[in-house]
């Protein structure tokens, strides 16, 4: 499972027109990929890390690595995104594959994990787009701060 992890002042998600989710204050905005081996235990871990890694401004505002503060120490909202891409194979060629990425039937229920994880571990609000739907996603990156994460099974 792979997770771009962005930091941000507000995010959202629109599908047809329509704002399908959106956080409007600091938080984290999340690309999701989903591989054919992930199960629960890639959901759990990448919620953890999502939920508890100390990347967020301080309760001052301060941005020193000292102060930061986690999405659970300080209750900021998710906008939680799938993103089958994330497992593009661009290795060869031009065209990407994406034969590592995860068919529908086992990405959807990977994303949905995470984010039930995230809201009933942590306790975090969690935003999400549509999946398999073709978003626009807006963000304003707080940095610009962005990790990516790799859980592995």
């Known amino acids: 499972m792979r997770a771009v992890i962005q930091r941000v002042k507000r995010a959202?998600?629109?599908?047809?027109?329509?704002i399908v989710g959106e956080i409007k204050e600091p938080g984290l905005c999340v690309l999701l990929g989903v591989t054919h081996s992930d199960a629960?235990?890639?959901?759990t871990k990448v919620a953890q890390k999502i939920a508890q890694l100390k990347v967020l401004r301080g309760a001052d505002g301060s941005d020193e690595q000292s102060d930061r503060l986690s999405a659970e120490e300080a209750g900021a909202p998710i906008l939680l995104v799938s993103q089958f891409t994330l497992y593009a194979d661009v290795r060869k060629g031009?065209?990407?594959?994406?034969?590592?990425?995860?068919?529908?039937?086992?990405?959807?229920?990977?994303y949905?994990?995470?984010?039930k994880k995230l809201r009933e571990t942590y306790g975090l609000h969690v935003e999400t787009g549509s999946f398999g739907a073709m978003m626009d996603v807006e963000l304003v990156n707080d940095g610009p701060f962005t990790l990516l994460v790799e859980v592995e099974a």
Do not use: F, L, Y
Not at 12 to 18: K, L, M, N, P
Not at 40 to 43: G, K, L, S, V
Not at 94 to 105: D, E, F, L, T, V
């Open 12 to 18: 959202s998600v629109t599908v047809d027109g329509e």
């Open 40 to 43: 629960d235990a890639q959901a």
């Open 112 to 115: 949905e994990c995470v984010a």
């Open 94 to 110: 031009r065209k990407p594959s994406w034969s590592h990425a995860a068919p529908g039937n086992i990405a959807e229920p990977m």
